[in-house]
């Protein structure tokens, strides 16, 4: 089961555990007599929506690679690389009401970008042979798990709209997986790689949200939400040509003016590439989201 299921079925199971117990919440919070945990007592958030990252190191360096082979050398390169920049973002948020305006949130979500690029070849470095032409195909994917940590307060409050700001912290539970393979036209010649590195990340997060109620226990909300990470050290198996490489890290690196990216399980060799440090893969960017907010019970 991949990463995103088991966090969705995470969500659903929250819910349905939950659920039986609404229809009593109320009653049960009426009972409570001099333990107040609030004037809004409990909540629960549930969203999906968009979500953009920046990329960092990743999309610099499979750029790089590419403007590398376009430079004349007896190759000719037609396509581009397209970063990995947007997908979708989801997940669920236990709101503790402190007071009327003021609550504590303890989230959970999964957000996730990937992009592939085609790349064709004509390589005719070689005069003493003809042309060969190859299909190459990069598959680039950045997946992460926040448990996020945040303070909530409404900045306005009507009859039935509120509109609220967020910040917080968290940590980001990263994969960042890189598959690759080559194809020659006319031959039965063929290549593929594929690696998947893990990280983690403290990062923080604002935002703006606007809520809607429906009813007394149920409204829409559209968030707007900004973050701030970065995974860093990453590493994971590299798989290909028949062998594997293990706890492979994510390099960053130069070669003349070109950034580049390098899979291995030691460093770049210093006397080809310069620049040489670990990769970081930046999870920075905007998310929108849209969902529902169920208050399970409301205090006095």
Same mark, same amino acid.
């Given at each position: ?54 990329? #960092?190191? /990743?999309?610099?360096?499979?750029? $790089?690679?590419?403007?590398? %082979?376009? =430079?004349?050398? +007896? @190759? ?73 940590? #945040?303070? /909530?307060?409404?900045?306005?409050? $009507?009859?039935?709209?509120? %509109?609220? =700001?967020?910040? +917080? @912290? ?92 390098? @899979? ?37």
């Amino acid at each position: 089961m991949s990463l995103r299921k088991r966090v969705f079925c995470l969500l659903q199971l929250a819910f349905f555990l939950l659920l039986p117990g609404l229809a009593t919440a109320k009653q049960d919070a009426q009972n409570i007599r001099g333990i107040r945990l609030s004037a809004h007592g409990l909540s629960l958030k549930l969203y999906g929506g968009i979500s953009g990252i920046a990329g #960092g190191d /990743l999309n610099k360096g499979l750029e $790089g690679l590419i403007d590398i %082979l376009n =430079v004349p050398h +007896g @190759i000719a390169v037609t396509g581009k690389y397209n970063p990995v920049r947007f997908g979708p973002d989801f997940g669920g948020e236990l709101i503790f009401s402190l007071t009327s305006r003021l609550g504590i949130g303890l989230g959970i979500g999964y957000l996730q970008a990937r992009k592939e690029s085609t790349i064709e070849i004509a390589d005719s470095e070689n005069p003493a042979e003809p042309t060969h032409f190859y299909t190459w195909i990069l598959r680039p994917r950045v997946e992460a798990v926040p448990l996020t940590l #945040g303070v /909530l307060y409404d900045i306005w409050k $009507g009859g039935r709209f509120n %509109l609220e =700001v967020s910040s +917080g @912290i968290g940590l980001y539970l990263g994969k960042v997986g890189l598959g690759d393979s080559w194809t020659e036209k006319g031959s039965s010649l063929s290549n593929q790689t594929t690696w998947e590195g893990t990280s983690q990340a403290i990062g923080f997060h604002v935002g703006l949200g606007m809520e809607i109620s429906f009813s007394q226990s149920t409204s829409l909300i559209v968030d707007v939400l900004g973050r701030y990470g970065k995974l860093k050290n990453i590493k994971g198996d590299l798989i290909g040509n028949g062998a594997t490489t293990k706890d492979a890290v994510l390099w960053f690196c130069e070669q003349g003016a070109y950034p580049l990216i390098i @899979i291995d399980d030691s460093p770049p060799p210093a006397w080809r590439y310069s620049s040489i440090r670990k990769g970081e893969v930046d999870l920075s960017g905007v998310s929108v989201r849209v969902g529902v907010k169920i208050h399970l019970f409301r205090g006095h």
